[in-house]
């Protein structure tokens, strides 16, 4: 089939990571029926977006995207546009009525069958929907070689998620929980070892659950454990963890397992333990504190990133202000932030005691302006320090400038030549931003 007449593929992803992943799987699949990417959508004979529905205004985004493809498609009627994850996967069908122009609607478990959909569109413009839940692991088998010069990748080790978070529709729209064979990732992880890929995260919604389903007692440490011995990985990274799940084995990896870098993205979603369990959180402030402080005992360069929600239903003035407390107790290196958005068909939903729009505008304004400064505060206290880089490439800032990241995920910009791209450095700190660090390369 690679000799077809080369067509172009336009994919544009809404939301997070494992949506980038999976359009890496898309681009790969397509490939093999003559696609090749483009980043000019006005070149594309096939437009996919791949979306979000975690929070309403991800929603938004995509349909205003669709507005603009509307246009496009009056330009070029062959056009095929495709719209797949999360948000295909809630509205279905109902996509068809709000923008007639879209050819297909696929969901979050049906990547693999992109090819064949593809194909019977090109052959007929009969518009289909392929929004049905699989029990196997289908789509993930599928390898995406990474791009070129890249020197990080991801690997989904899990789909799905069974913890029913009162305020989230992953569950809902991603299925239960599926852990990947160990041999199946292992076997990927050298495969882009091969592609040069130095760096790799490992993806999940609940990665401390990895292997529930698998019946073989084969923990989430045991994984890295293994992924360890790849030769050419130099550097793993995971998320996301949930503290209810976070395992006494795991924290020890932080100091047991040399190439897992010292950062952990570690949910707390609110510091009231009323608000936690009305979200259906499983733990309670105290205990994530302890696991925090676990963490820093064992390995107390570890850098905590964590997620909030404001807003969420029945949330008091007083549990805003636990939260508060909370954040300035632990000291987040940093913090994702959003305001609570109503999600249908969600246990909250049903929840009394909505948050006005802008008083959860305001609550996330002052979280966020005090969390820049506790940011800015951990940056600054690596300030003369001397930190391991993978070089990622040239910086945003400037262009005679390379970008790399720290073990503990921050980004240090420095001077230093194209060639170290991909390569591991040792800078000193000497400036620190709220968002970045300089530093300059230690001559060996
Ligand atoms: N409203 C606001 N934030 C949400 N998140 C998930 N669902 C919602 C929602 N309905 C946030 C959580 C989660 C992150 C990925 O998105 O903080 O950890
Ligand atoms: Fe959503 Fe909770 Fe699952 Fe995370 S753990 S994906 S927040 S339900």
Same mark, same amino acid.
């Given at each position: 089939?690679?000799?077809?007449?080369?067509?172009?593929?336009?994919?544009?992803?809404?939301?997070?990571?494992?949506? /980038?992943?999976?359009?890496?799987?898309?681009?790969?699949?397509?490939?093999?029926? $003559?696609?090749?990417?483009?980043?000019?959508?006005?070149?594309?004979?096939?437009?996919?977006?791949?979306?979000?529905?975690?929070?309403? +205004?991800?929603?938004?985004?995509?349909?205003? &995207?669709? $507005?603009?493809?509307?246009?496009?498609?009056?330009?070029?009627?062959?056009?095929?546009?495709?719209?797949?994850?999360?948000?295909?996967?809630?509205?279905?069908?109902?996509?068809?009525?709000?923008?007639? =122009?879209?050819?297909? @609607?696929?969901? !979050?478990?049906?990547?693999?069958?992109?090819? =064949?959909?593809?194909?019977?569109?090109?052959?007929?413009?009969?518009?289909?929907?392929?929004?049905?839940?699989?029990?196997?692991?289908?789509?993930?088998?599928?390898?995406?070689?990474?791009?070129?010069?890249? /020197?990080?990748?991801?690997? !989904?080790?899990? =789909?799905?998620?069974?913890?029913?978070?009162?305020?989230?529709?992953?569950?809902?729209?991603?299925?239960?929980?599926?852990?990947?064979?160990?041999?199946?990732?292992? %076997?990927?992880?050298?495969?882009?070892?091969?592609?040069?890929?130095?760096?790799?995260?490992?993806?999940?919604?609940?990665?401390?659950?990895?292997?529930?389903?698998?019946?073989?007692?084969?923990?989430?440490?045991?994984?890295?454990?293994? #992924?360890?011995?790849?030769?050419?990985?130099?550097? #793993?990274?995971?998320?996301?963890?949930?503290?209810?799940?976070?395992?006494? &084995?795991?924290?020890?990896?932080?100091?047991?397992? &040399?190439?897992?870098?010292?950062?952990?993205?570690?949910?707390?979603?609110?510091?009231?333990?009323?608000?936690?369990?009305?979200?259906?959180?499983?733990?309670?402030?105290?205990?994530?504190?302890?696991?925090?402080?676990?963490?820093?005992?064992?390995?107390?360069?570890?850098?905590?990133?964590?997620?909030?929600?404001?807003?969420?239903?029945?949330?008091?003035?007083?549990?805003?202000?636990? !939260?508060?407390?909370?954040?300035?107790?632990?000291?987040?290196?940093? /913090?994702?932030?959003?305001?609570?958005?109503?999600?249908?068909?969600?246990?909250?939903?049903?929840? &009394?005691?909505? /948050?006005?729009?802008?008083?959860?505008?305001?609550?996330?304004?002052?979280?966020?302006?005090? =969390?820049?400064?506790? !940011?800015? %505060?951990?940056?600054?206290?690596?300030?003369?320090?001397?930190?391991?880089?993978? @070089?990622?490439?040239?910086?945003?800032?400037?262009?005679?400038?390379?970008?790399?990241?720290?073990?503990?995920?921050?980004?240090?910009?420095?001077?230093?030549?194209?060639?170290?791209?991909?390569?591991?450095?040792?800078?000193?700190?000497? +400036?620190?931003?709220?968002?970045?660090?300089?530093?300059? #390369?230690?001559?060996?």
């Amino acid at each position: 089939m690679k000799n077809m007449k080369n067509k172009y593929l336009y994919i544009q992803t809404f939301g997070c990571q494992m949506n /980038v992943h999976d359009s890496e799987q898309m681009a790969a699949l397509l490939a093999d029926i $003559g696609y090749q990417t483009t980043d000019n959508k006005k070149l594309a004979d096939l437009i996919l977006l791949n979306t979000c529905s975690i929070r309403e +205004k991800a929603e938004q985004k995509v349909f205003s &995207e669709l $507005g603009r493809l509307v246009k496009l498609k009056e330009q070029n009627p062959a056009l095929i546009i495709g719209i797949g994850g999360c948000l295909a996967q809630h509205l279905g069908d109902r996509i068809f009525k709000r923008v007639a =122009q879209v050819d297909l @609607v696929f969901g !979050t478990h049906s990547i693999h069958l992109l090819p =064949q959909m593809i194909s019977s569109l090109q052959k007929e413009r009969r518009k289909i929907t392929q929004i049905d839940f699989h029990r196997k692991l289908i789509s993930l088998g599928v390898f995406a070689p990474p791009p070129k010069d890249s /020197v990080s990748a991801f690997v !989904t080790i899990m =789909q799905g998620c069974n913890n029913f978070c009162a305020y989230c529709v992953v569950p809902y729209l991603r299925g239960p929980e599926m852990s990947r064979r160990p041999e199946d990732i292992i %076997e990927e992880i050298k495969k882009l070892a091969d592609h040069g890929i130095k760096e790799i995260t490992l993806l999940g919604q609940n990665v401390n659950s990895y292997g529930n389903n698998l019946g073989n007692n084969f923990s989430f440490a045991s994984l890295i454990k293994k #992924i360890g011995k790849v030769e050419g990985i130099e550097r #793993i990274r995971f998320t996301t963890s949930h503290p209810k799940d976070l395992s006494e &084995e795991l924290i020890n990896c932080f100091t047991e397992e &040399e190439k897992l870098c010292e950062h952990i993205h570690l949910p707390v979603q609110s510091g009231s333990n009323r608000i936690l369990a009305l979200m259906n959180r499983g733990y309670t402030v105290e205990e994530y504190r302890a696991k925090v402080d676990h963490l820093r005992r064992v390995c107390p360069r570890i850098s905590i990133t964590s997620d909030i929600i404001v807003g969420f239903p029945g949330e008091e003035q007083n549990d805003y202000q636990e !939260t508060i407390d909370m954040m300035e107790k632990i000291r987040f290196d940093s /913090v994702f932030s959003f305001k609570y958005s109503e999600r249908k068909g969600t246990a909250a939903q049903k929840l &009394e005691g909505k /948050v006005d729009e802008s008083e959860k505008l305001r609550r996330l304004k002052e979280l966020q302006l005090l =969390q820049n400064i506790y !940011t800015l %505060e951990k940056n600054t206290a690596l300030e003369g320090s001397r930190q391991e880089l993978l @070089v990622e490439g040239k910086s945003k800032n400037s262009a005679s400038d390379l970008m790399g990241r720290t073990r503990s995920w921050k980004i240090v910009n420095f001077r230093g030549k194209p060639g170290l791209a991909g390569k591991l450095v040792d800078v000193k700190i000497f +400036k620190a931003y709220l968002h970045s660090l300089r530093g300059e #390369i230690i001559q060996n």
